[in-house]
């Protein structure tokens, strides 16, 4: 089991849309997914028509109260599974500061699902901010994918984060951290900023940076409040398939070298939105 999370102290580039709908399609392809809603805003949670749901989260879990065994809910797709979020988990904050291993409480947390070796991948969604539970997911994860909008100050951001994994491991808290994944945004091929913004941030972070960019999409916005991933609320739309194509990438990534299936990428110069 891998986990991966996906995070940007910055808001509004596509985190929490990238969570959703990277998870709905590796569930496509057969892998056993379980997303984390780690945001006390609940978009991921919202994302599946589970906006009901209440004082069902890692609260407790991270508090050592329950097992996230218990907090585990499927949803419309098979292979792919939530742990819902609610305005609990911003108490969760403060309360965990005061823990002695304050750093490492979600990592206790997502031991038993080590051991029971149910799903393939872990992805945290990461609420925007610097604090408690985004730290508490760099100490568990395996890897961060960080989605990065295609703006100006695109590189700006990506030197914060940088930074970020590498206090994480100097700390202590999880050496084995790494910047496994660059994921381009909100991409739109009618502008030369798109193209540049891509260009650059490959020419300073190489491989790490996905092939696969995401392009600008209304009906992107427009699914969670139908309560449903991009693949299906537009499965033939430029924004579903650019998703399928990360998550054939994604698993090229993490893949064994002799095992590794084909690639079929998506390119920046071949994005246009439908």
């Known amino acids: 089991m891998k986990i991966v999370a996906i995070a940007n102290q910055k808001g509004g580039v596509g985190k929490t849309t990238t969570a959703v709908n990277l998870g709905a399609a590796l569930a496509e392809l057969s892998h056993r997914i379980l997303l984390v809603d780690l945001d006390p805003q609940a978009n991921a949670t919202s994302s599946f028509g589970l906006q009901g749901v209440e004082q069902i989260s890692l609260y407790e ?5 329950a097992s996230i065994t218990g907090k585990i809910f499927p949803t419309r797709r098979d292979n792919l599974f939530i742990v819902p979020a609610d305005l609990d988990l911003a108490g969760a904050e403060v309360e965990i500061a005061r823990m002695p291993n304050h750093l ?9 699902l080590h051991a029971d070796k149910t799903f393939d991948f872990v992805l945290l969604d990461c609420p925007p901010s610097l604090g408690i539970l985004m730290s508490n997911a760099l100490a568990a994860a395996d890897e961060l994918l960080t989605p990065i909008q295609c703006e100006y100050f695109a590189l700006e951001g990506l030197v914060k984060i940088v930074r970020l994994v590498e206090q994480v491991r100097d700390s202590g808290a999880n050496k084995r951290l790494e910047l496994g994944g660059i994921v381009m945004t909100m991409f739109d091929g009618r502008t030369n900023l798109s193209e540049q913004v891509v260009a650059d941030v490959r020419e300073h972070f190489g491989e790490r940076v996905y092939e696969t960019v995401i392009p600008r999409s209304v009906r992107l916005s427009e699914a969670p409040s139908f309560g449903k991933s991009i693949l299906e609320y537009a499965p033939t739309g430029a924004a579903a398939q650019a998703y399928r194509a990360l998550a054939r990438e994604f698993i090229q990534r993490h893949a064994p070298p002799a095992t590794a299936p084909a690639l079929s990428q998506t390119r920046a110069s071949e994005i246009r939105e439908m």
């Open 61 to 65: 879990p991270l508090l050592g109260e």
């Open 104 to 112: 490492t409480r979600l990592a206790e947390t997502l031991k038993p």
